[in-house]
């Protein structure tokens, strides 16, 4: 509904180029794990149950999001996905950046157009969130499954033998 409500707009291609495109040394689990943690910030269940979907399915890894949703200090984060957090999660809350942020990303081989993509993921989202609660968006049903079981590659189908 989100991508209803923003896809015929010029926010919309704006959103689907910072999330899907290939951009700099962050995967799409990265960005969907950045839009996990900073919605959580934003109290916008859509995106947290939305994306924290699209995040185990691009990163295989059923129950990080949760844990990240829950806590994302005592999550089983490696130190590089704790860095791009701390720093997504500092833009979310418009903290005071400083060099010292920046050091902790490039020590996981991320430099400063990386921490731009991360900023704008973070300040983008903001934005979605809040568009989100306006238009009463709640998560789809199927959202709290997505990717939570591996799925078979070439499942027989129903009423049909090998």
């Not at 704006?14 to 040394?25: A, D, T, V």
């Not at 890894?61 to 089983?76: E, F, G, H, S």
Request: charged share 25%; with cysteine; hydrophobic share 40%.
């Amino acid at each position: 509904v989100i991508i209803l409500a923003l896809g015929n707009k010029p926010l919309g291609s704006y959103r689907n180029k910072i999330r899907l495109s290939p951009i700099g040394n962050l995967s799409k689990a990265d960005k969907e794990l950045i839009i996990v943690a900073t919605s959580i910030v934003n109290k916008c269940p859509y995106c947290v149950i939305a994306h924290s979907a699209l995040h185990r399915i691009y990163s295989k890894k059923p129950t990080l999001a949760d844990q990240v949703a829950v806590n994302w200090k005592l999550a089983d984060l490696s130190d590089r996905e704790m860095a791009i957090l701390e720093f997504a999660l500092a833009i979310c809350r418009a903290d005071n950046i400083t060099e010292e942020h920046f050091q902790k990303l490039e020590a996981h081989g991320f430099d400063r157009e990386d921490a731009w993509d991360i900023s704008s993921i973070s300040a983008f989202f903001a934005m979605s969130n809040r568009l989100a609660h306006f238009i009463d968006l709640h998560p789809n049903p199927e959202f709290y499954i997505m990717g939570r079981m591996p799925r078979e590659k070439n499942p027989v189908p129903p009423n049909k033998t090998c």
